[in-house]
């Protein structure tokens, strides 16, 4: 029974940590960008798509990841066109192109679902080897999100990143420093998607098939995984908050294996991802979180107060 629970669990966390990958567009867009971009559930299901046609051709598996890489930022590209050129909400806008995307995924898969289970991809070493749900299998993605980790922070890091980022938080004020938000708000939801559209691809590979379905209601997932890493690690710095969203797609993914473990109907999953975003946004707010928060900014000032004591002594308060 308990190597069971522990088989479930790792095979959990699989998904949580290439769900993960899905959950960092969703927070440059959602966090950063201050933007709700709800394409995602049509980009993933592209990214899957494009990977497994390509596979399913001959092309190698890896160049067939990247192409769906390209085709997530494609799909980004049409949202950000959508809002920035031809001036439509942003919720209008995804929803615009997730629809569309659903017909161009029919179109690229030629059916409504695409196996893979007798053609070499990315994890086909993995899969004969049957380490997927071992603790190998959670080593490898967990070294394949610290890659993707390592590139989103030093992206966030440079003057491109910065601007997005101001362009999330004062969008006014940053028009006024010279930066094109327009072009902001685009690239964002390109680097958004495209990695949406990696973590089908991967999805794909790791399940065996691309399904027209596989991306529907994803988008609360994805914003689970934000809200619920964000949780449990609050924190300003972005290299702690991505790390967080990671987090957070694992704990997501642990409570809905659990809740399937209990005996809990599998259609009754989209109305428990519903349940724990709601917990997620309305825990921050009870009395004793408050008073967590307000302890722990009061550290942070008190440790602020003494290092600028200790670099300019004359701030230090005078002894009587």
Known sequence: MIQTFLNQGLA??????IFGIMALGVYLTFRV?????????????????????AIIAGVNPWFATAMAFVAGGLAGLITGLLHT?????????????????????????????LPLLRTDT?????????????????GIFVGVVVIVLIIVNW?????????MQATGDNEAMIRAQGVSTDVMKIL?????????????????????????????????????????????????HFAVATAAVVLGSVIYREVIQLALSVGFDPNDMKLISAVLVVLALLLPRLTIFKRMK??????????????SAASDPSTAPVGR
Request: no cysteine; net charge positive.
């Open 294 to 307: 307000a302890r722990r900014r009061q550290r942070q000032m008190e440790a602020a107060a003494r290092q």
């Open 188 to 236: 964002g939801l390109v680097i958004s998607n495209a990695l949406v559209g990696v973590a089908g691809a991967i999805m794909a590979q790791y399940q065996g098939y691309a399904d027209i379905g596989m991306g529907i209601g994803l988008i609360v997932a994805g914003l689970a995984s934000v809200i619920l890493g964000q949780a449990v690690l609050p924190s300003r």
């Open 85 to 113: 050129k031809g001036q439509i909400n942003p919720l209008l806008a995804g929803i615009l192109t997730q629809i569309a995307l659903y017909s161009i995924n029919l179109r690229i898969m030629g059916r409504a679902n």
């Open 155 to 163: 992206f966030l890091s440079t003057d491109t990143g910065l601007a």
């Open 122 to 138: 990315t994890l086909s070493g993995v899969r004969d080897a049957g380490l997927f749900g071992t603790w190998a299998s959670v």
């Open 12 to 17: 959990a966390a699989d998904l949580g940590l």
């Open 33 to 53: 960008l201050n933007f709700p971009d709800l394409t995602v559930d049509g980009s993933f299901t592209t990214g899957a798509a494009v990977a497994a046609s």
